[in-house]
């Protein structure tokens, strides 16, 4: 059983920043983040690959976010936030063996318990 440990969430105002980590004892392959607004479905952030490679990156959080990792830790480095940013921020893993299947991946085998991130205006 891979257990994530997630960090760095907090409050802020908007344009702040925060990095969030997460630790996977397992050093899974593939690693992402997923967030959750109230109220709103969980919807992927990014994802990164054992390599380094940056497989998936939302759209619309392109300039602002980035998701890179050292060894068994990932982090997400939120730059400019916005109210609209405030959710459960959550890492998940999968053991697969490329950076496609880790993009294409449509389910995680791993979930951490999440952290808060809430955007004062």
């Known amino acids: 059983q891979v257990k994530l440990v997630e960090s760095g969430g907090g409050s802020v105002q908007a344009g702040e920043s925060l990095k969030l980590s997460c630790v996977d004892p397992?050093?899974?392959?593939?690693m992402g983040w997923f967030r959750q607004a109230p109220g709103k479905e969980r919807e992927a952030v990014a994802r990164?690959?054992?390599?380094?490679?940056v497989v998936y990156l939302r759209d619309s959080l392109k300039g602002r976010f980035n998701i890179f990792r050292d060894k068994n830790t990932v982090y997400l480095q939120m730059n400019n936030l916005k109210p609209e940013d405030t959710g459960t921020y959550i890492c998940?893993?999968?053991?697969?063996?490329?950076?496609?299947?880790?993009?294409?991946?449509?389910?995680?085998?791993?979930w951490g318990q999440g952290t808060q991130v809430t955007v004062s205006p």
């Open positions: 998940a893993a999968i053991g697969v063996s490329s950076p496609t299947s880790c993009r294409v991946a449509i389910s995680m085998g791993y």
């Open positions: 397992g050093n899974t392959r593939c």
């Open positions: 990164i690959y054992t390599t380094g490679s």
